[in-house]
């Protein structure tokens, strides 16, 4: 048996020392572990406190290795154990998506949807010089200020589009203050949004025709076809397709398959009936719902309901008088193309660019959106849905793209009827009474309140008056100026050149 030495001795207190010392002897190894003592609340801490604190930061720089099985628990020694030999769960971050491109390529995510969170990012052309995306500074210079290429890029897909389809779901009736209206809800095979038609025919209230003239129904199709052998009496009616109107002792289910009647402009007695009035509007949450004056569009929405419920005066059929009137027919297409297609994330960041001393226009250009990115296909379709294409429309816009559009989708333009702001209504008529807006038009009808007292005021914001502010004059000046709306500046603005 070996001698045990004093020198052994002197080894084993200093060993034994070593290991009972308060502090931990300093281990010499290459690279120091990084991954301290950490505290929960820390890490929820960073979490939270900012966009610059991603998954990558969380793995990579501040806490290496932590999602390594081997390394599990290391950041919580409580935890630890070196006889616990169990295989552990490997915890990690799974994408439960296809990447993005991929989703929208197979039609997961429809490019419409996927615009909403588009960031200019996708829209600026990448920089020979950088390898990876980054996200441009939303006040970086304009690379590409033509705005009609960008539209058509960023609108086209990949693959040629199916024809658009659309079905009305469901339809009802609405009291509006200028009177009922029909809703009717469509789905469409080419995005994911529920788009409208506000139709007024209150021909279609009563179930006795009060004249021998009179014009025909503005019906869906599809709303009026045969969904289902085995849908009952009811189940049409739930849905809307009743003819007359609805009330506790009358119930009549439209006749299935009914087909939108014949030519609107004549009615077999001789006597010319104008076609419907009908305007194309874009979703505008901030003008419709909140009220906001930096647009005019909830007041356009007010105005062409109040248009199209006029009665129109056509040629009378009984000798004793000259004229007879019709109820008012028409239809607002409400289409949820928010902030003109840039959806409504987009549009409010744009607002703030607006407030930074920039229109309308240059605010989209620089988000790296297209000036107006709305497309009119959907439109078309719920307009031939309801007839529109017999006989064409009386279009309600001050927008040369609607127009064009229109005669594209195979909707015949019969007239253009422009769409004056209130406020320019109200200036002129407060200017010059009499043929106060005779220089508004050249060629084409104009529609106006004849007086305030034909504005009803409604418990909403619809049925509400004129107004006017510096925002909203900015407005429409640029859309005159520079997105060529078809409309006479107030002379006022004309005067003083306050274009921008
Ligand atoms: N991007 C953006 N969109 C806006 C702004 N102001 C209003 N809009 C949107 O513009 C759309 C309204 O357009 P429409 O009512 O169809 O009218 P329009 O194209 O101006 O043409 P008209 O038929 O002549 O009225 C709505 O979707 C609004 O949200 C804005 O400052 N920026």
Redesign the pocket.
Known sequence: MPMHSHQDDVADAALLDLLTAPTPPKQQTKFSRRDAALDPLMIAAAAASGPHVTRNHYHHDFFPGVMLPQHEGSWDWSKWSPTDTKPRRHLAYVSRQAPRSQRIQEGVLLPEAAKENDSARDKVPPSPTLTKKRRPSLIAPVLDTDATSRVKTSASPAEPAKPVEVKCMARTRIPTPHGPAFLHLYHNNRDKKEHLAIVIDSAQFSDSSESTLSAPSIRSRSLDAVWDENETEMDRIIRGAYVGRLSPTSRHPSAPHTTPAVSANGDGNGVSIPPPLV??????F??ETVGSM??D?GE?LDEAIRLISQPISVPSLSPSTQTTTLPGRGAVIYMR????G?GLLS?IR??NL?DLGHD?VT??LMLGHGADERGYEIAGAIMRDLGFDADGVRLL???PD?VEAMRKEGVKVAERVP?VPRSWQSRHAHTQPHDALASLSITETVVVAETEKEKIAGATLIGGNAVHGPDLDK?LRT?VLRMG?MLPLWMSDAEEGLGQ
């Not at 305007?279 to 505008?284: A, G």
């Not at 193309?337 to 003109?340: A, L």
């Open positions: 305007r194309i509007h874009s979703e505008c901030t003008g930096r647009c569009c356009q193309q928010e902030g003109r840039i549009k744009a607002y607006q309308t605010a989209n816009t001050n927008n609607k769409m407005y859309k709306h």
